[in-house]
């Protein structure tokens, strides 16, 4: 249907009120958490030293709704929501398909990704409980500005530890987390015994994602009135996240589409799970027939070639273990330029929906990710963030087969944010510089039988 539409927009009270909780509608119960000790299930009450009362409780429910405080609401007409569901005509016209091709924005808001939806949430149930201080890591600087920005609003501090590489090389994501009044160290850091403890061995460390979990960690539970904030993986994460998948079916339904395919990119699983689960939800009771894609780099490959089993979330092996996909907590992941998706492990809500066939994965190269970013910026506008240019790839290889097979489907992909903080990443791309990586081998993670 086709009624000229460029931008479909919700508003302000047609934002959802309630997340939307898989865990109420998936076939069996998700593999609890494991404490490492024991190898037992972890009690919740030991997680409440690391994050906030409600984000445990939320953890662990099956409720298939949780409302939104109004604060919360609040927050998100702040920010502002809802986003506009976009529709690619140009990218169509370009592609010569019979496709009709739809994308959730995600990058209009200050921080330029989804990622404040949680961080909004997180640091309004922090603040609720009187906790003062919040600690995370951050690779590329998303998560770190995102969960600033909503420290700022909601008055607490936070502490960030930014993966030492991109510290250096992304001066700008730190300007704009010290800008909204955060602090940021360099990972590995002094702050911490596990970071001096790194640093003695080699001065000169990178860092990685899991090493900075690590030492946000340990610096919460070190100190008072602190409570640990994850950016991705955890189910409250993905849950938080649902607010886009909710919007996106009122969109759709304006515009009298049901969508084939749904498709997005995976580094934790928020995005992707957040836009996809309500959906997810419907195809499970029967009620949808459409195909899922999650899209990952191939030199992170942690879905097409990780292992499905018990984890740690981090390289210090301070946090409970997870069920999920994963590459190894060891894992050395390439620095390409979608910092986002250099993670060793997944979402256990991903890991299980993957691993049950009922959502696909494929994996993509750093180049052909950039081509397929590029001619969404010369006929969308918008400069995709590489993490996002992973699903831009499949939705225009799968707009060529519909050309191909004359096939009318409905491609809907999340859009997670802008790439205007990446640029230096487009001018290697421009330049032919880029590099491509694959792991030549994996040490699988052998923890519980
Ligand atoms: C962080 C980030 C991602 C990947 O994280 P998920 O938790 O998998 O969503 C993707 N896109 C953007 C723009 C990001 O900032």
């Known amino acids: 249907m086709d009624n000229g539409k460029r931008a479909i927009f919700l508003d302000q009270e047609e934002i959802p ?36 009362r409600e984000l445990v409780l ?39 398909t019979p496709a009709r091709i739809y994308y959730k924005w995600e990058g209009t808001n200050p921080a330029g990704s989804h990622k404040p939806n949680t961080a909004l949430a997180q640091a309004y149930y922090n603040s609720k409980q009187g906790i003062e201080n919040l600690t995370t890591e951050t690779g590329a600087g998303q998560w770190g500005s995102a969960l600033a920005m909503s420290a700022a609003y909601f008055g607490l501090s936070v502490r960030v530890y930014m993966v030492s590489a991109s510290y250096h090389q992304k001066p700008g994501r730190k300007t704009m987390m010290e800008t909204w009044g955060a602090k940021c160290f360099a990972s590995p850091s002094n702050e ?25 960690v340990e610096d919460a539970v070190t100190h008072d009135n602190t409570r640990y904030s994850l950016g991705s993986v955890l189910n409250h994460v993905l849950m938080h996240q649902t607010i886009i998948g909710q919007e996106v079916e009122k969109q759709l339904q304006m515009v009298d589409e049901v969508p084939d395919v749904l498709v997005g990119n995976i580094g934790g699983g928020s995005n992707f799970g957040g836009f996809s689960l309500p959906f997810m939800g419907k195809k499970l009771k029967g009620k949808l027939d459409a195909k899922f894609v999650a899209c990952e780099s191939s030199a992170v490959p942690h879905t097409t070639k990780g292992k499905y089993t018990y984890d740690f979330g981090d390289t210090g092996h301070m946090t409970p273990l997870l069920k999920m996909l994963t590459l190894g907590s060891d894992y050395r992941n390439p620095p390409i330029h979608a910092g986002g998706l250099r993670y060793h492990g997944m979402s256990p809500i991903i890991s299980y929906l993957i691993n049950s066939n009922l959502m696909e994965s494929y994996a993509f190269s ?15 506008g918008i400069i ?4 996002s240019a992973h699903e831009i790839r499949y939705v225009i290889d799968e707009a060529i087969r519909c050309r191909k097979e004359n096939k009318e489907e409905v491609i809907v992909f999340n ?35």
């Open 17 to 52: 009120k309630a997340w939307y909780n898989i865990q109420a509608d998936l076939p069996e119960p998700l593999p609890p958490p494991l404490d490492p000790s024991t190898l037992e299930p972890v009690n919740p009450e030991k997680l409440l030293r690391v994050f906030a």
């Open 58 to 96: 939320q953890e662990v429910s099956r409720e298939r709704y949780i409302s939104i405080p109004e604060e919360v609401m609040e927050a998100y007409r702040w920010l502002p929501r809802p986003t506009p569901l976009m529709r690619a005509r140009k990218l169509e016209e370009y592609l010569k």
């Open 192 to 216: 911490t015994n596990y970071g001096r403890e790194l640093l003695k061995k080699d001065p000169d460390n990178p860092g990685s994602l899991g090493i900075a979990i690590t030492e946000a």
């Open 366 to 380: 750093q180049t052909s990710i950039f081509e397929a970013a590029t001619i969404f910026a010369k006929t969308e």
């Open 384 to 387: 995709p963030a590489p993490e």
């Open 415 to 449: 859009n997670s944010g802008h790439g205007l903080l990446d640029l230096s990443a487009y001018q290697l791309y421009n330049a032919g510089k880029l590099e491509n990586w694959e792991p030549t081998s994996i040490n699988y993670p052998d923890i519980v039988h």
